[in-house]
């Protein structure tokens, strides 16, 4: 069975909701590998490059590579595969991750950030801050269950609080350490460009903003610079021919425009 086949199967089986979160999900991974490709042929070092390179691109990899890891898992326990490949996603965590809960440390190296990214995440910080005083509120009244071996709705409400400081935390250090960048206006295509993209091989079309790791977002085509396809348009003129390398072969892109204007 090819890929696309079980991917298919694998999506035709889920519930509404969930098969429209995943959909898109796992058919980058299918295209990424080959459609083609038989799932007895595939190799597990190409789905861990697949983990690196959402890991790179992604604000919430975690999120974004779930479905992959789910449909891997499916394929193994459907007999359709001999090897559980899902233990090849692994999620790696950013530097900023990993140094969000140090108090002191060596200073920060700037982060270039679009005037739009830079403003997105001010919006995320104070939309936390002001959830603070609800989730202190979510425990105060679920501490008072004094029976706290099967207080379900306080360890929850723990829970989503570790979470809100951490990202709390996450996002005033990159602020701190943001540096916005002005609109680029020569030629070539910088950091903060819109880019507009013809495949070669096929009608297919796509937009991509070119940003920092940072503010990465497939969901909203926002692509980091240190990406395969960010890296591989990143100083390319309209009109230029760029190549992009993945398992299933080279997928060839023409710049059609930088900074195309926007529809009415």
């Known amino acids: 069975m090819t890929l696309a086949d079980a991917a298919a199967r694998f999506l035709a089986g889920l519930p509404p909701a969930e098969r429209e979160k ?3 999900e796992v058919y980058r991974f299918a295209r990424w590998i080959g459609f083609d490709t038989p799932l ?3 190799e597990p070092p190409d789905i861990g490059r697949y983990g690196e390179q959402v890991c790179s691109t992604s604000s919430n990899p975690a999120a974004a590579l779930e479905p992959v890891k789910a449909f891997l898992t499916y394929a193994r326990k459907s007999g359709l595969t001999s090897s559980n490949y899902s233990v090849h996603i692994r999620v790696k965590r950013s530097a900023g991750a ?41 425990i105060q009244k679920a501490a008072s269950d ?11 409400a723990k829970e989503r609080q570790g979470y809100l400081e951490g990202r709390i935390r996450e996002l005033e250090a990159t602020l701190k350490a943001a540096q916005v960048v002005s609109e680029h206006s020569g030629d ?21 903003t070119v940003v920092h790791a940072t503010e990465a ?6 692509i980091s610079v240190e990406s395969p396809i960010g890296k591989a348009v990143l100083g390319r003129r309209q009109g230029d021919t760029v190549q992009v390398t993945a398992p299933a072969g080279i997928i060839r892109y023409r710049v059609t425009a ?3 204007p926007k529809a009415p």
């Open 22 to 24: 995943g959909q898109q």
């Open 98 to 138: 990993r140094n969000k809960n140090k108090v002191a440390g060596p200073a920060t190296e700037p982060i270039p950030m679009t005037a739009a990214g830079h403003s997105e995440l001010q919006s995320e910080l104070r939309a936390l801050e002001e959830q603070r005083p609800m989730v202190v509120e979510e």
């Open 146 to 156: 004094k029976d706290f071996r099967e207080n379900a709705p306080l360890h929850a």
């Open 258 to 260: 930088v900074n195309p």
């Open 217 to 222: 977002s497939p969901a909203k085509w926002k």
């Open 188 to 208: 070539r295509i910088g950091m903060g460009d819109c880019v507009l993209l013809n495949e070669l091989d096929c009608e297919d079309q796509i937009c991509i």
């Open 40 to 42: 007895d042929q595939i």
